[in-house]
């Protein structure tokens, strides 16, 4: 049986409110937060039935959406763990260190980049600059930016993920 895509009450309201922040007519500017918000509704990625739906909400192709959430790397259209931990790994960063975060997470983890661990937990990816140059080596898991990484404070943020059951989600920049 097929699960039915919907918000629940609560999002959908956040939905109708970032929805009318764009003039009449304009709605599809609210195409890149309907996203975030959809992503973070259904198990931190963007499956095709999640897109037409957002589609669907918008009064848009699906096309339309797939070309957007296939753009960003910031979108997932694969599923991954509760907690994905993106490093940046552009020049400032790799510079300052970031290899040996990435290769200390993966040892950590047992995973390796763009994998998810076997209970779920964690997904590692490597991305593009995530803005934090000065401050490199950085990762960020949902909206949360962690700088100045060293393996002793990427191995205390690993032990509090661990405990934690919340999904990491970039949802409330959008409220």
Known sequence: MEKTIQFSGETMALVNKIIARYPQGKHKSALLPLLHVAQSEFDGWLSTPVMDYVA???????????EVATFYSIFN????????????????????GAEDIVSHLEKKLNLKDGETT?????TLKTVECLGS???????????????NLTEEKVDELVERWKNSDKRSSYLRSFE
């Open 133 to 147: 140059c000065g401050t490199a080596p950085m990762l960020q898991c949902g909206g949360d930016y962690h700088e």
């Open 118 to 122: 076997a209970d779920g937990k964690f």
């Open 56 to 66: 669907s909400i918008l009064s848009i192709k699906p096309i339309e959406v797939y």
């Open 77 to 96: 259209t694969e599923p991954v763990g509760k907690c994905l931990i993106e490093v940046c790994r552009t020049s400032p960063c790799w510079l300052r």
